[in-house]
């Protein structure tokens, strides 16, 4: 019996996946490394380093950023970021979600370190159980570690919680953890949801009652 939900937030709960990307251009303009839809798309659930190595390795330039100058450049990306997510209101909560979340028992698992400040600026964090902290666990996303804590905290098996993701790393993550996996966004890049909705507005617990019920 489903008991609970674990949600992804950047580009589940909030509207915020657009920041990151204006953010980490920005990076990948002074590394020389060319922005491509495809780079964008595999660094939605990734952690700031792990998002910074793979925007250093897409223009092969590993060997020019040592562990030093790649701290400064992650550094310089949140600076960024953080100016842009200062101004996130209830307006940025993305559609559907206010009233999907008004249904239910949860907890979040981002990989953002800046988690429980877009909460909080969303006006969403009464609805939560726990916030999972990304330092906490042994590995990022596509790892399981972080979806199995979400299940943890709100003291369920993972057999009973459905976790939403728009990333194909927060997918298996999902997966990996035993729970079931909604996809939000392109069903090809999600290919391994076990149901998938093109936009967080088609996201009711009927509707993925529904889904669940015709697989
Ligand atoms: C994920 C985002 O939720 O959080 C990634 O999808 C981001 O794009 C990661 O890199 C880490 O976020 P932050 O806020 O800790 O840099
Ligand atoms: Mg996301």
Redesign the pocket.
């Known amino acids: 019996v489903i008991k609970g939900f674990a949600f992804?937030?950047?580009?589940v709960l909030a509207d915020?996946?657009r920041f990151?990307t204006i953010a980490?251009r920005k990076i990948a303009d002074e590394v020389g490394t060319t922005w491509t839809k495809e780079l964008e798309e595999g660094?939605?659930?990734?952690?700031?380093m792990?998002?910074l190595a793979l925007i250093i390795a897409a223009g092969g330039h590993e060997n020019e950023y040592d562990q030093t100058a790649r701290e400064a450049l992650?550094e310089k990306?949140?600076t960024n970021?953080r100016e842009l997510i200062s101004k996130l209101t209830p307006a940025d909560i993305l559609p559907g979600m206010q009233n999907f979340l008004d249904e239910l028992k949860l907890s979040v698992a981002?990989?953002?370190?800046?988690?429980p400040f877009i909460i909080e600026r969303l006006g969403l964090d009464d609805y939560f159980k726990a916030v999972v902290d990304?330092a906490s666990v042994s590995a990022g996303?596509p790892d399981p570690a972080i979806f199995s804590a979400a299940a943890a905290v709100l003291n369920l098996k993972p057999e009973q919680v459905i976790g939403l993701e728009?990333?194909a790393a927060?997918i298996k993550s999902i997966n990996g953890a035993g729970e079931i996996s909604v996809g939000i966004g392109d069903a090809t890049v999600l290919a391994e949801a076990d149901v998938n909705f093109d936009q967080t507005a088609d996201v009711t617990l009927n509707a993925i009652k529904e889904a669940l019920d015709k697989k």
């Open positions: 992804d937030m950047d580009g915020t996946a990151h980490w660094l939605k659930g990734i952690d700031r792990g998002s992650a990306k949140n970021y981002s990989a953002s370190k800046n988690a990304p996303k728009d990333s927060g």
